[in-house]
């Protein structure tokens, strides 16, 4: 059959073990994931109220326009309607604006290591990728503007960065954004946007006004703890939108996950006490590998990548025994450490304890 050449071994994405497996295969109790950045304490207790009594009729399509969510994102954000695209999770918008600019010809310019999206969707569009590798696991701007040519199509910033959780200064941003020029599109992947508290953080709506190349990505997987719903958004010019809008499926989010993402975005106290738990839950990460001489990565995100000193696959496998599932750093590109996702005080403080366990079992400390 005829398919595109450049997908020929490209590997689908491989998700890591669910929890159930990993009872099983360890024949455990309990297990806890800590490997994909979801929320530990779920979504707003009003989606579970929503939840237990809604009454949807099943047989209707959703509202393809996500006419009521858009709206209450609109006003959220202090933008027009026709600025958003809703996506099937940011995955989804990662791969409209792919499928709507890329293609063999033309290049797009990303972070290495950055969020694996942007380069797999990158391939399937046969567009070339050119990956300009971390600075102190920040983005390299100035190297990432000396690779855009007359080909450039898209340059991606995962601010903060997945799996490193670095911040880049809203500052430095405005000084690339106002270099780049206006016929390439510059996307910020902002999926963990609500757990940043550095004050220098300026929100990047406010470079749309200027520039309107400029598009926002973010996601209800994260922080507002609707993963399994699907819902991510993006925010650009009106007329960016109006490009990318013919490359959506028809009806990409469904009714159920409209409605729970309406609910969750207006239960901001939630969203608030979330980050103000995980930026407890992240001093004990960091104190943990400051009296271990670990090092870690200055994290901006619910997860911190930080070293082990071992195999990380090992490290991995002696966490999942144990009852706790993370990301082993050489799945990201980052052999030597873990990338975990900040759990519960009381998770997190277990899981410590349990990397003690392995971390002394090879001889790490
Ligand atoms: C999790 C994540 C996404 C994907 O989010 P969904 O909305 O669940 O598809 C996109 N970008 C980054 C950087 C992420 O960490």
Redesign the pocket.
Known sequence: MKFKKQIEGLQAYQPGKTTDEVKRLFNLEKVVKLAS?ENPYGASPKVKAYLDNAKVNYAIYPDGYATKLRTAVAKHLNVSEKQLLFGN????N?LIVSRAILRPGLNTVMASIT?G?YKHNAIVEGAEVREVPLKNGEHDLEKMYDAIDENTAIVWI?NPN?PTGTLTLSQKIKEFVEKVPNDVLIVL?E??TEYITDDEYEDSIGLLEKHPNVLI?R????AYGL?SF?V?YAIGSEVVISQLEPTREPFNNTVLSQEVALIGLEDQTFIKECKIKNNAGKKQFEEYCKERNLDFYPSHTNFILMEVKADSDVVFQGLMQRGFIVRSGNALGVPGYLRITIGTGEENTELLQKLDEVLREEGVI
């Open positions: 950045n999770g940011s995955d989804e990662i969020f999206q995962c997945n992947d999926a963990y990505m996601t209800f997987s994260k993963a699907r991510g």
